[in-house]
């Protein structure tokens, strides 16, 4: 008899929590338990091809679905790469091993739901409909095999058992129906054949299922019942169909399955090129962050392929550090299978789909703009940080790609606006962008600097991110328009008349400024007499060169 092991204690309260909360809609356990057995075909299809190896026949490889409607069960086999004593227990003992979820054990709020549904909670999804979970495994190459079990997802059990091929055998024994949820349904052949049609339609195997059909006999009007093995997934990839007879309901499932997102994608970018080098690529923009996307566990990149065979995940050479966000895939027939990791940054073709797909992303996020404002908004609010950051850390060398991707707050519109709205908005003799950086869009507004530049009828740009400043002057130009921070030096909007007032004033006032200048020597560089005030009596303003704004996110970067 085998020790029943425990679950380590963040994943039976996660699986608890997400059981009973997160997904709304149970039958999602069959597209996770699919997607993992057409995983671990994947992996076996790969190293057969990239290994050589002669015993996989590569045109056996499918999943095999079997109800059982007098024991209350669900079989998913594959005969894939199978997992070992050791990856039993590490990947169906321990949940979000990746480490980069710090799970909040004192909380259920919302919140947490939302994170929890941005990981891959996969295999779990199996207790959602299960009180009992076997696995059976056998991993390629490899002599033993062995049985896991789980029993009310409270603990599990492993011992050693016999399976004559590798792969991977999961059986789920459904829950008793209650008064809100009807279990059995998943015991009938059409309930499941919809399903693999709603969510898993894609696989590039075989999904198969003994399927009861009533079928006439050959000479005769009598109907029979007999059972054919089906196909139930038309094995078409997804990113290699036609835009058009793609639903938003299939991107949205494909997304949420492949990325393991909560959410649907904000965006779905579809392209297929055909050239000097040929690919397909089928790209996401999510709605939402991912909670580690600030951290460093986040991983750009993108799925590669060639010709529909699954060579690595997180091929950060296709994704440049700006569009980081960006999740998906790309197909090509160009590439080598054996392409490693450490070839990928030399490989020529490799780095002409990524120039293709870097363009192709900021142009779709331009069509954006231009068609679905609020969309893009959405969007901006979200990564839209990344792209400032984007512009800094290159030092311009991205000028042209992200430049008119920016939107920053101004204070005529009352709302986000571009650089090239700006641009065509000022008048003939207004020389230079202005903007202003402050903590807050209502707290810029109070500025006496602000004030007189409103009164001049002149738009300005309210900078609230850290960053933007540095975004901005490392821009340097924007159509050839230099950019002018209305708190500092001078900003040359008086009239003739005005600035002859001003000296005048000064001249009157002589005694009382160098009055003023001695008892804040220490504190100030100069005291003038200023144009720049309309109601408010005096105004900080900083010398050309680093903006107080600046100084202060400098002050605050460790060291
Ligand atoms: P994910 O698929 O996101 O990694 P899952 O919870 O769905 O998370 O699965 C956890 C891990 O268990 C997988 O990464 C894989 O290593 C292993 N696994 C699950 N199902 C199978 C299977 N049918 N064959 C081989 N390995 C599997
Ligand atoms: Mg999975």
Excluded: C
């Excluded at 909360?21 to 039958?27: C, D, Q």
């Excluded at 050589?52 to 109800?67: C, F, N, S």
């Excluded at 709020?109 to 996969?122: L, R, S, Y």
């Amino acid at each position: 008899m085998a020790r029943k092991k425990a679950f380590k204690a963040e994943s039976k309260r996660l699986m608890d929590l997400m059981i009973n909360s997160i997904y709304t809609h149970k039958e999602i356990f069959m597209r996770e338990l699919i997607s993992n057995a057409s995983d671990a075909i994947d992996k076996l299809y790969y190293k057969s091809l990239s290994e050589k190896l002669e015993d996989v026949d590569r045109g056996t490889l499918q999943i095999d679905l079997t109800l059982d409607k007098a024991q209350r069960t669900i079989t998913i086999e594959d005969n894939g790469i199978g997992m070992s004593k050791e990856e039993l227990e590490e990947n169906l003992g321990t949940i979000a091993k990746s480490g980069s979820f710090d799970f909040k054990s004192n909380n259920e709020t919302d919140e947490d739901i939302d994170i929890i549904g941005q990981f891959g909670v996969g295999f779990y999804s199996a207790f959602m409909v299960a009180d009992k979970v076997e696995v059976v495994s056998k991993q390629y190459g490899s002599e033993d095999a062995y049985h896991w079990m789980s029993e009310n997802s409270d603990g599990y059990e492993i011992t050693k058992t016999q399976k004559d091929t590798s792969g991977t055998i999961i059986t789920l024994y459904l829950k008793e129906n209650t008064d809100d949820e009807n279990y059995d349904e998943y015991l009938e052949s059409p309930t499941i054949q919809r399903l693999v049609k709603k969510y898993s339609d894609y696989i590039r195997y075989p999904i198969k299922m003994d399927v009861e059909e009533s079928r006439k006999k050959e000479d005769s009007d009598e109907y029979e019942t007999v059972v054919e093995n089906k196909t139930l997934n038309s094995m078409v990839p997804l990113w290699k169909r036609n835009k058009s007879d793609i639903t938003k309901e299939e991107y949205d499932n494909f997304y949420m399955d492949k990325f393991q997102d909560y959410n649907p994608p904000l965006e779905v970018i579809h392209t297929s090129v055909e050239g000097t080098v040929s690919y397909n690529a089928l790209l996401f923009i999510p709605s939402k962050a991912p909670v580690n996307y600030y951290s460093n566990d986040y991983e750009k990149g993108l799925q590669l392929y060639s010709s529909g065979v699954f060579i690595m995940d997180k091929a950060s050479e296709l994704i440049p550090e700006h569009f980081r966000f960006v999740r998906g895939l790309v197909d090509s027939q160009d590439l080598s299978l054996n392409i490693s990791r450490e070839m990928l940054q030399h490989d020529r073709q490799l780095r002409a789909i990524a120039t293709r797909i870097e363009k192709k992303i900021k142009s779709e996020l331009l069509k954006l703009l231009r068609t679905d404002r609020e969309k893009y908004e959405a969007f901006w609010n979200t990564f839209g940080t990344q792209i400032k950051y984007g512009v800094y850390n290159d030092f311009g060398a991205n000028k042209e790609m992200l430049q008119d991707l920016l939107m920053f707050y101004s204070s005529k519109e009352d709302k986000l606006v571009t650089l090239d709205e700006y641009v065509s908005r000022m008048n003939e003799d207004q020389k230079e962008i202005y903007f202003i950086s402050g903590d807050s869009v209502e707290k810029i507004d109070k500025l006496p600097q602000v004030e007189l530049v409103k009164e001049k009828d002149l738009e300005i740009l309210y900078l609230t991110d850290d960053v933007d400043e540095f975004a901005l002057q490392i821009l340097n130009t924007y159509k050839e328009k230099t950019f002018k921070n209305i708190s500092q030096g001078d900003l040359d909007l008086a009239s003739d008349e005005e600035k002859k007032k001003v000296e005048e004033t000064a001249k009157d006032n002589e005694d009382l400024l160098n009055a003023l200048k001695e008892a804040l020597k220490d504190e100030v560089s100069d005291v003038k007499i200023s144009t720049r005030l309309v109601s408010h009596p005096v105004v900080l303003s900083a010398a050309d060169g680093m903006s107080f704004e600046m100084e202060k996110v400098l002050a605050q970067m460790p060291n």
